[in-house]
């Protein structure tokens, strides 16, 4: 288990830095939009002083890095290294793509989908493409008491501010306020979408019999709770079980073999700590 979660997580990693670099280069640099971090300065010199956004990339994300690198931690360091280098280069190739379409509300929509996706993915295995990762998490190393979610906004806000003072133009400026809000939403989404998780309550008379077979065949455990109907005042039994969203059929084909008759309750739980549930951040 612990091969596949590292193996997922590398895939992860990856995926994200490959369609982070996709979006600066396909929906952001080609149509101006800034939304702050690397990926906004990076626009801004590209227009600017026509300078390759690849190497701005590098730039920025090494000297960051040499500023942060006895405050941040090895294995920080290492992973925004590696996936620092993925953009950087990506960007670069990715830069040859045509431009899907010249609308900017598209490129807005669509952009800020993709890049929150993106670092979403990132974040979830661990990792961190470089730029306001590491100037927010310098920030809080400096100021205990500010989140890194507000000091990553503070920063992305300044460069937003900068592009609007060297495009002057207040449209792209809003823009890239609004890109910026999506791509918050579409991280938070993902990340809260995978945190989710299922709380099955089976209600029987045959919890001596279930119990033990849904333990056999089935991949969770089970609390066991004894309890009394309102109605009949017959003795029952209550099966608890933290469950995935995709475990839900197999869990209720499990049950109704044993007693087609059990009552089962499915809640949604926003977060579940313990033995077989990650939580990610």
Same mark, same amino acid.
């Given at each position: 288990?612990? =091969?596949?979660?590292?193996?997922?997580?590398?895939?992860?990693?990856?995926?994200?830095?490959?369609?982070?670099?996709?979006?600066?280069?396909?929906?952001?640099?080609?149509?101006?939009?800034v939304t702050g971090g690397v990926s906004g300065i990076s626009t801004i010199l590209?227009?600017?002083?026509?300078?390759?956004?690849?190497?701005?990339?590098?730039?920025?994300?090494?000297?960051?890095?040499?500023?942060?690198?006895?405050?941040?931690?090895?294995?920080?360091?290492?992973?925004?290294?590696?996936?620092?280098?993925?953009?950087?280069?990506?960007?670069?190739?990715?830069?040859?793509?045509?431009?899907?379409?010249?609308?900017? !509300?598209?490129?807005?929509?669509?952009?800020?989908?993709?890049?929150?996706? /993106?670092?979403?993915?990132?974040?979830?295995?661990?990792?961190?493409?470089?730029?306001?990762?590491?100037?927010?998490?310098?920030?809080?190393?400096?100021?205990?008491?500010?989140? =890194?979610?507000?000091?990553?906004?503070?920063?992305?806000?300044?460069?937003?501010?900068?592009?609007?003072?060297?495009?002057?133009?207040?449209?792209?400026?809003?823009?890239?306020?609004?890109?910026?809000?999506?791509?918050?939403?579409? !991280?938070?989404?993902?990340?809260?979408?995978?945190?989710?998780?299922?709380? /099955?309550?089976?209600?029987?008379?045959?919890?001596?019999?279930?119990?033990?077979?849904? =333990?056999?065949?089935?991949?969770?455990?089970?609390?066991?709770?004894?309890?009394?109907?309102?109605?009949?005042?017959?003795?029952?039994?209550?099966?608890?079980?933290?469950?995935?969203?995709?475990?839900?059929?197999?869990?209720?084909?499990?049950?109704?073999?044993?007693?087609?008759?059990?009552?089962?309750?499915?809640?949604?739980?926003?977060?579940?700590?313990?033995?077989?549930?990650?939580?990610?951040?």
């Amino acid at each position: 288990m612990k =091969i596949s979660i590292k193996l997922r997580n590398h895939i992860f990693f990856v995926l994200g830095s490959l369609l982070t670099a996709l979006t600066i280069s396909v929906f952001y640099l080609p149509n101006k939009i800034v939304t702050g971090g690397v990926s906004g300065i990076s626009t801004i010199l590209f227009h600017t002083a026509g300078i390759q956004p690849g190497v701005t990339y590098f730039v920025v994300n090494a000297v960051l890095l040499l500023i942060g690198f006895k405050y941040l931690g090895r294995d920080f360091v290492i992973k925004t290294i590696i996936g620092s280098s993925i953009v950087t280069v990506f960007v670069q190739i990715f830069s040859y793509l045509p431009v899907l379409t010249d609308n900017i !509300i598209l490129n807005v929509a669509f952009g800020s989908i993709l890049y929150g996706f /993106a670092i979403g993915l990132t974040l979830i295995a661990g990792g961190s493409t470089g730029g306001t990762d590491i100037l927010g998490r310098l920030i809080q190393y400096r100021f205990p008491s500010v989140r =890194i979610g507000s000091a990553m906004i503070i920063s992305d806000f300044i460069i937003i501010f900068i592009s609007l003072i060297m495009f002057k133009n207040i449209d792209l400026a809003m823009y890239g306020i609004i890109s910026l809000f999506g791509m918050s939403y579409s !991280i938070n989404f993902l990340i809260r979408k995978l945190n989710v998780s299922k709380l /099955a309550f089976v209600i029987t008379e045959k919890g001596s019999e279930l119990s033990p077979y849904l =333990i056999k065949n089935f991949t969770r455990g089970l609390t066991v709770v004894d309890a009394v109907g309102g109605y009949t005042g017959n003795k029952k039994i209550v099966l608890m079980c933290a469950l995935k969203e995709r475990e839900l059929p197999l869990f209720q084909k499990r049950v109704h073999e044993i007693d087609p008759e059990a009552f089962i309750i499915f809640s949604e739980s926003e977060q579940i700590v313990g033995n077989g549930f990650l939580v990610y951040r």
